[in-house]
């Protein structure tokens, strides 16, 4: 059992929880991710790790609201405990110092993206970042994401605040403007990295993004994470879950990533009757 | 003396159509009264071939003797004297090529039911509360690291904890027993034996460590710096192979260890009270020929599907299954398509399987596993329509561990190299056994495996 010693609401839909795991909190860097089970009968979710103290041997996770898993999470406090918490899975970003790298982050991916900035900024990098949101009352971190980087730019899809549009407008300018731009990092919602991939094609910036799909142990066993990369499959949990976008079959991953769309309505229609019946 | 009985006491089952429908345990287990008649064909001969059969040594003929005499925890102790696991080698061990291939009684007619016995034995502790610990060994200050808990793990460990070493396991899932809880059915080996014991084994003092990823969360340099004495790799054989043909990528489309795992230890077949989903299917494809593929089938059909088919490449006589389990799945109405091979996926526009285009294939020359060799006919290809599809064509162990520990030799087939007889590798302080090693085998061998490096341990722990 796992200790939450801090919640965090960062909007009313995306919380954050530091959780007691000293294990974890060891080894874990920034583009790994932790499997979550809430509870005896809860399924195994990936969550990237969003940040780290070696010393108080804690891990940080943000998560938004989604299906029941995330539902059950979010009704935890401090104080409470998660039944399993295994990590930290999966391969860290690779971090260098590359020369000027654009940190790219959507939704509530913003938390990881904060973490990678923050590597690349003390590897030497000069580190360009992008944040985006639907709108305003979805947005967190700006000031954190602001502290590890050269420069931010703050877009949401319908202009509540800051720059309206989608990150791909500021990426594109970004490109095309006279600083060289070693390379790229997107990590957010699959529709999101997918359309920063294609922005940074056609300049041949290599582009690294953290692809999300379902997985069940994590550890390599089940292959429920399978991608093609290349024209290879690979294992997200063991290979990933950072893969080079140009090579991605984002079609393949987005509909790997529906295939229980009926069985989470089902699954969520149910824990919503039991909760307010 | 009464004339022997060629005929064994047979086991009572679920009926084929009733169980195909749920989740329950196949066998029933013998009756106090059949444990006794068959207990009663053992005719004790002094050969105790039996025992050689065993990979784990049992004294079958002594524990045999005590249920004769009704003395059941005598019948106990001889038997978790040698093995840790009863409830669950009595169900899933190949007793047919093991102990009841060398009985004497065989060569004049049904060998002896140890397997059953030993479950009978096994089930009479579980439903008189009261488990028997053994007595340990005086403490020797030692301390060992296993990693995994499977049947070579729980195994090495009991040995090592019963000899007097300090043991912890570690276990990357959340619950203690590797392929015993993801990998074979409820219906075959019942979650709760598996449970009471790991619990057995937990009770000599073995401390068990869940959601520990061994290459990931430790490695096993660092278990060593944290001042473990000897480490045993018990990690199995848990990488899926696929056939590495188109369309093997589509939705619908499982690995048997995805589809079992989702199933068994994830419990999807009670989905929606447990949170993991499972695709049912209508008509489902297992392809493959082994105890896998049968246990992938026989859940599809558990689970609803309509109907399930065995793909093999190979013909019936070629199966690796046991006999006993394809028998279980063709009672229950599963189809099996000998001598046929997908060459590709066909998917529809959803991105879903829709159909396997299939090979026939024919038998050509044995080949270097000495079954004869599928060769595909050209021109033969036809359509299966299916919409859940599992690949069941075995597994070879997970590089986590390989490839972040210095100085183990490993094979090209991923398997770590270790000592047949005592389990060590070229690694200071490492020893492995079971599917790691081997390559996926079973329970028992793994177990034995588990064994004999427990006693290698101790024997370099004590000259220490």
């Known amino acids: ?277 | 003396m009464a004339k022997l009985d060629l005929n064994r006491v047979s086991m009572p089952k679920q009926e084929p159509l009733v169980r195909a429908k749920n989740f329950n345990e196949v066998a029933l287990g013998y009756s106090d009264e059949q444990a006794l008649a068959e207990a009663n064909r053992c005719i004790q001969c002094p050969k105790r071939s039996c025992v050689d059969g065993c990979p784990v040594g049992v004294d079958i003929p002594d524990f045999i003797l005590a249920v004769r005499e009704g003395n059941m925890p005598e019948a106990v102790r001889v038997l978790k004297a040698k093995n840790s696991l009863p409830g669950i080698c009595g169900r899933v061990c190949p007793q047919e090529s093991q102990c009841e291939a060398t009985c004497v009684i065989a060569k004049k007619g049904a060998p002896i039911a140890i397997g059953r016995l030993e479950r009978y034995v096994a089930d009479w502790e579980l439903s008189h509360g009261q488990m028997q610990k053994p007595e340990l060994a005086k403490p020797t200050g030692k301390r060992v690291a296993v990693v995994g808990s499977g049947p070579a793990g729980l195994t090495a460990a009991a040995d090592l904890a019963r000899l007097g070493h300090e043991v912890t396991i570690f276990e990357a899932l959340h619950t203690a027993g590797g392929v015993l809880m993801y990998g074979i059915p409820e219906f075959r080996l019942p979650k709760r034996v598996v449970q009471t014991e790991v619990d057995f084994v937990r009770s000599l003092g073995v401390d068990v460590q869940l959601d520990s990823v061994v290459g990931k969360t430790m490695t096993v340099d660092e278990i060593v710096e944290d001042g473990y004495d000897a480490v045993f790799l018990g990690t199995g054989a848990g990488l899926p192979m696929f056939l590495n043909v188109p369309g093997e990528n589509l939705n619908g489309i499982y690995s048997a260890n995805e589809f079992l795992t989702r199933t068994n230890l994830m419990k999807a077949y009670l989905f929606p009270e447990y949170d993991t989903p499972m695709k049912i299917g209508r008509r489902v494809a297992v392809v493959g020929g082994g105890n896998v593929a049968m246990d992938s089938a026989r859940c599809a059909l558990r689970l609803g599907a309509e109907e399930v088919y065995i793909i093999y490449r190979r013909s019936e006589a070629e199966l690796p299954a046991r006999r006993e389990e394809v028998e279980n799945a063709q009672e229950e109405g599963i189809i099996f398509k000998y001598l046929t091979n997908p060459k590709r996926f066909i998917g529809n526009d959803q991105g879903w399987v829709v159909g396997a285009e299939c090979y026939k294939m024919e038998l050509g020359e044995p080949d270097d596993s000495g079954r004869r060799r599928p060769i595909v006919i050209e021109g033969s290809e036809f359509d299966i329509d299916v919409d859940v599809v599992v690949s069941a064509l075995g597994t070879t162990p997970n590089p986590l561990i390989p490839t972040t520990t210095e100085g183990l030799e490993v094979t090209r087939r991923g398997t770590v190299v270790a000592d047949e007889g005592t389990g060590k590798t070229v690694k200071d302080a490492v020893w492995a056994g079971g599917d790691v090693v081997t390559g996926s085998a079973t329970v028992i061998s793994a177990m034995g495996a588990g064994k004999r490096a427990a006693a290698s341990i101790d024997e370099y722990l004590r000259s220490k």
């Not at chain 1, 299906?67 to 059950?72: A, H, I, M, S």
Request: aromatic share 8%; net charge negative.
């Open chain 1, 1 to 277: 059992m796992y200790r939450i010693m801090l919640r965090e609401d960062l909007v009313p839909s995306i919380h954050l929880f530091k959780v007691e795991a000293p294990a974890v909190a060891r080894k874990g860097q920034a583009g790994q991710f932790v499997v979550v089970r809430v509870d005896e009968k809860g399924e195994r979710i990936p969550l990237t790790i969003a940040d780290w103290d070696r010393e108080e041997g804690s891990i940080t996770i943000v998560f938004m609201e989604v299906g029941v898993t995330t539902r059950k999470l979010a009704q935890l406090k401090a104080g409470d405990y998660i039944a399993n918490f295994a990590g930290p899975l999966g391969m860290p970003t690779h971090i260098d110092n590359f020369g000027t790298v654009v940190c790219v982050g959507g939704g509530f991916a913003v938390a990881p993206i904060v973490a990678i900035a923050r590597s690349m900024n003390e590897a030497g990098n000069r580190v360009l970042s992008i944040m985006g949101a639907r709108n305003k009352d979805l947005l967190f971190w700006e000031d954190r994401l602001r502290a590890v980087s050269d420069e931010l730019i703050v877009t949401t899809d319908d202009g509540s605040y800051a720059r309206k549009g989608l990150v791909t407008e500021p990426l594109k300018e970004i490109l095309e403007g006279d600083e060289r731009i070693d390379r790229v990092i997107a990590v957010g919602p699959t529709v999101m990295m997918k359309f920063c991939a294609k922005t940074t094609e056609p300049f041949g910036v290599k582009t690294i993004v953290s692809l999300n799909p379902i997985m069940v142990d994590g550890t390599g066993m089940c292959g429920c994470c399978r991608v093609e990369v290349g024209g290879q499959t690979k294992f997200t949990c063991v290979e990933g879950p950072d893969f080079d976008g140009h090579q991605v079959d984002w079609d393949l991953l987005f509909n790997r990533q529906r295939i229980y769309l009926e069985e989470e309505k089902k699954s969520l229609e149910r824990w919503e009757q039991m909760s307010h019946g």
